[in-house]
């Protein structure tokens, strides 16, 4: 019976460790000034996020009230020219160039905005240090967007801003363990039914073989 308890206690244990989760990155912009609206959205990765890495994301809307601009793609990049080795994190539209090209017109965490049309856009959020590789709240070393409109770009920065006179607010980066979820309740209970079913089928069985009234 012993042997049946580590079995099903084995089980348990496995279905506990699945709840283990993955890297939770959320990045949360607050604007104090200028037309592009506060943000926030995340993504989970296995592992930390490398330099080269395209971490898969749901694609997230920034708005401006009037017009607004879908990231789909993203880079993690790091640029380390004299040490430094700073990290990046850039989100765009379809038609925005990530980290192309040969500096200084190009290059690591660079980005460029064209394409067809208007409503397209990219931003940078940069890191002090490399990129991070521990759960914590990281505040931006510098961040830059620029999104394209009707009436011309629009910018987001922060301290200091890549563009001078366009420090629109802040943004920083929480970094989180992302839980898978728990075994469900009925699980649990399909789990529990079935180990009474054994202890009781068991019992039976000696019941039968000794002559138990």
């Known amino acids: 019976m012993s042997c049946r308890f580590c079995l099903i206690a084995l089980v348990v244990g496995c279905l ?11 990045f949360t912009y607050t604007a104090t000034s200028g037309p592009v609206q506060s943000f926030s959205f995340s993504f989970t990765s296995p592992t930390y996020a490398t330099d080269g890495s395209l971490p898969a994301f749901t694609p997230f809307t920034l708005t401006d009230g009037a017009n607004s601009w879908t990231m789909t793609q993203d880079l993690v990049d790091v640029f380390d020219p004299t040490g430094l080795n700073m990290g990046c994190f850039q989100f765009g539209t379809p038609f925005a160039s990530l980290s192309q090209g040969v500096p200084p017109f190009g ?14 856009g990219a931003f ?19 961040f830059i967007g620029a999104f ?46 079935g180990a009474a079913g054994l202890l009781s089928w068991r019992k039976r069985r000696k019941e039968l073989r000794y002559g138990a009234c």
């Open 16 to 26: 506990a460790a699945a709840s283990e989760g993955n890297v939770l990155y959320t």
């Open 107 to 120: 290059g690591p965490c660079s980005f460029a905005v064209g394409g067809p049309g208007v409503n397209q």
């Open 124 to 142: 940078e959020f940069d890191t002090s240090g490399g990129l991070p590789s521990a759960l914590g709240i990281y505040s931006a070393r510098d």
């Open 148 to 193: 394209d409109t009707p009436a011309g770009f629009e910018y987001i920065g922060g301290p200091p801003s890549l563009v001078p006179g366009f420090d629109t607010g802040t943004m920083s980066l929480d970094i989180t363990t992302a839980s898978t979820p728990e075994p469900s309740s009925i699980s649990l209970a399909l789990l529990a039914t």
